[in-house]
């Protein structure tokens, strides 16, 4: 029993001697945490970039495609063979080329037979009108009749319209054999020659000898938004809208203007049909060829800030925007996107700093610091 005591009275003491240890260490805690006084207002590290005033345009991109401004399919207009052809498939022509010569031989022989009536009744009128000048010379001496005056001079003029005709039939024929050599009525690129030497052609086939595209300039038709049209025929009442075709996956584009706006909207789409003629002097733009339109429809003077600086929230679209080292609210109304920009209609000016990256550790007031932008960004 009395071992038992003392047991407990050690553990009794033990108890103590443990919490005079912990109140003694809090207070000596107490008493540091209250030396270190107030601690300082965190600090974000973000990521700066400025609102800038400068020209943006006023663009629609679309779809567009490739179109001729002359497309030609040359045909025979005589039943004749094919003697010569003088291009190379897919080759470049030039505005009176020789395409195809065909066989003139039977015009040659129709021409030559037509001169030769041609000069028969010029000889026969020649005779005719010696016969006039006699009998007019005779019936002034009362040696001859006025009917025979009267049939001299209806045989010349008989005459007369029979030479007419001749020399028609022999510009006919003239017309028909230019129709021999086939030239290219203007500078593009040809096709595939349909016929080759010693074909058999003529006016009733439905296949073309070979077709001729212009290529330098040539059209790229694109639709439109109707919301836009009206801006659209204004810019070209004063001559500042342009149209650039780009082919997708190439660097290489094609600049030009708004030729021709369709007379009618789309009711079904809410579309319109724009065509653009471009200059295509290097041939970049091939017929056919689906293109990235972009119709600049005039040019503002805007305040831009990086897309990725906009925030929203249930309130609207908003910006932290950095002043004496701290980043403040700032709403801000979005008109539009241009090439990863943002442009601002109201709630900026132009030189304000712009948080682009750090936002989400952001509030009103929050103390924040910069660095730098990382490359490319």
Same mark, same amino acid.
């Given at each position: 029993?009395?071992? $038992?005591?003392?047991?407990?009275? +050690?553990?009794?003491?033990?108890?103590?001697?443990?919490?005079?240890?912990?109140? =003694?260490?809090?207070?000596?805690?107490?008493?540091?945490?209250? !030396?270190?006084?107030?601690?300082?207002?965190?600090?974000?590290?973000?990521?700066?970039?400025?609102?800038?005033?400068?020209?943006?345009?006023?663009?629609?991109?679309?779809?567009?495609?490739?179109?001729?401004?002359?497309?030609?399919?040359?045909?025979? $207009?005589?039943?004749? =063979?094919?003697?010569?052809?003088?291009?190379?498939?897919?080759?470049?022509?030039?505005?009176?080329?020789?395409?195809?010569?065909?066989?003139?031989?039977?015009?040659?022989?129709?021409? #030559?037979?037509?001169?030769?009536?041609?000069?028969?009744? /010029?000889?026969?009128?020649?005779?005719?009108?010696?016969?006039?000048?006699?009998?007019?010379?005779?019936? *002034?001496?009362?040696?001859?009749?006025?009917?025979? &005056?009267?049939?001299?001079?209806?045989?010349?003029?008989?005459?007369?319209?029979?030479?007419?005709?001749?020399?028609?039939?022999?510009?006919?024929?003239?017309?028909?054999?230019?129709? %021999?050599?086939?030239?290219?009525?203007?500078?593009?690129?040809?096709?595939?020659?349909?016929?080759?030497?010693?074909?058999?052609?003529?006016?009733?086939?439905?296949?073309?000898?070979?077709?001729?595209?212009?290529?330098?300039?040539?059209?790229? =038709?694109? +639709?439109?938004? /109707? $919301?836009?049209? @009206?801006?659209?025929?204004?810019?070209? !009442?004063?001559?500042?809208?342009? &149209?650039?075709?780009?082919?997708?996956?190439?660097?290489?584009?094609? #600049?030009?203007? @708004?030729?021709?706006?369709?007379?009618? @909207?789309?009711?079904?789409? *809410?579309?319109?049909?724009?065509?653009?003629?471009?200059?295509?002097?290097?041939?970049?733009?091939?017929?056919? %060829?689906?293109?990235?339109?972009?119709?600049?429809?005039?040019?503002?003077?805007?305040?831009?800030?990086?897309?990725?600086?906009?925030?929203?929230?249930?309130?609207?679209?908003?910006?932290?925007?950095?002043?004496? *080292?701290? +980043?403040? &609210?700032?709403?801000?109304?979005?008109?539009?996107?241009?090439?990863? %920009?943002?442009?601002?209609?109201?709630?900026?000016?132009?030189? #304000?700093?712009? &948080?682009?990256?750090?936002?989400?550790?952001?509030?009103? *007031?929050?103390?924040?610091?910069?660095?730098?932008?990382?490359?490319?960004?």
């Amino acid at each position: 029993m009395k071992k $038992r005591s003392l047991m407990i009275f +050690a553990g009794v003491l033990l108890v103590g001697a443990s919490a005079a240890a912990f109140a =003694t260490r809090s207070s000596w805690m107490g008493t540091g945490a209250s !030396a270190q006084g107030p601690q300082r207002p965190r600090t974000v590290s973000v990521e700066l970039a400025t609102a800038e005033r400068k020209q943006v345009p006023v663009d629609v991109d679309a779809i567009g495609t490739v179109t001729p401004i002359s497309s030609v399919a040359l045909k025979s $207009r005589l039943e004749t =063979t094919i003697l010569d052809v003088h291009f190379e498939d897919g080759a470049k022509v030039n505005e009176g080329d020789l395409l195809f010569t065909l066989d003139a031989r039977q015009i040659d022989a129709q021409i #030559e037979q037509a001169t030769g009536m041609l000069a028969k009744d /010029q000889a026969q009128l020649e005779g005719a009108l010696r016969d006039l000048k006699r009998y007019s010379e005779l019936i *002034g001496k009362g040696a001859t009749t006025q009917v025979n &005056v009267d049939n001299a001079r209806t045989q010349a003029d008989i005459l007369i319209g029979t030479i007419k005709a001749d020399q028609a039939a022999l510009d006919n024929l003239k017309v028909q054999k230019s129709y %021999t050599l086939i030239r290219a009525p203007f500078s593009g690129r040809i096709s595939a020659a349909n016929v080759k030497v010693g074909n058999f052609v003529r006016p009733a086939d439905t296949a073309p000898l070979a077709v001729i595209n212009q290529m330098a300039p040539v059209y790229v =038709t694109f +639709a439109i938004p /109707q $919301r836009v049209l @009206v801006d659209l025929r204004e810019a070209m !009442a004063g001559g500042g809208s342009r &149209v650039t075709a780009t082919i997708p996956g190439h660097q290489r584009s094609e #600049e030009g203007k @708004v030729a021709m706006v369709e007379n009618t @909207v789309d009711a079904t789409t *809410g579309m319109v049909t724009v065509r653009g003629v471009m200059n295509n002097e290097n041939e970049t733009l091939w017929p056919g %060829t689906l293109v990235a339109t972009k119709l600049v429809i005039r040019v503002e003077n805007s305040v831009v800030v990086p897309t990725v600086a906009v925030q929203r929230s249930q309130s609207g679209n908003y910006v932290f925007v950095v002043r004496d *080292g701290a +980043a403040r &609210v700032q709403p801000v109304k979005v008109e539009r996107t241009f090439q990863g %920009t943002s442009v601002i209609l109201e709630g900026l000016s132009g030189g #304000e700093n712009v &948080v682009v990256d750090g936002q989400l550790l952001l509030s009103d *007031g929050t103390r924040v610091e910069s660095r730098a932008r990382k490359a490319g960004a």
